[in-house]
Nanobody, 121 residues
């Protein structure tokens, strides 16, 4: 089994910052792309940022210049540094990782349980 556990969400004022973490654990052989998605009430889940196994990031236009995605391969962890937060960033944030389990050859996507981010004064 593979588990992804997010942490770091919370309530922050507009203009503030938060750092999310997502640690993968379990029967892991290797991890390829990792990423962050979010889902606001009444809306579909959307991509926020991804990072390849080699460390190349990509961002949704709505967060470019404000959010930074990074990873620590030794810790099987992906991070999302969120600065200049806006009320429209309020959502449940989910991490996703493409994981190859030990003794297998295929990658499958795994999701975390989500962490709430609320931006409000």
């Amino acid at each position: 089994q593979v588990q992804l556990v997010e942490s770091g969400g919370g309530l922050v004022q507009p203009g503030g910052s938060l750092r999310l973490s997502c640690a993968a654990s379990g029967n892991i052989g290797s991890i390829n792309a990792m990423g962050w998605y979010r889902q606001a009430p009444g809306k579909q889940r959307e991509l926020v940022a991804t990072i390849t196994g080699a460390g190349t990031p990509d961002y949704a236009d709505s967060v470019k210049g404000r959010f930074t995605v990074s990873r620590d391969n030794a810790k099987n962890t992906v991070y999302l540094q969120m600065n200049s937060l806006k009320p429209e960033d309020t959502a449940v944030y989910y991490c996703k990782a493409a994981v190859r389990r030990l003794y297998t050859s295929l990658y499958n996507d795994y999701w975390g349980q989500g962490t709430q981010v609320t931006v409000s004064s």
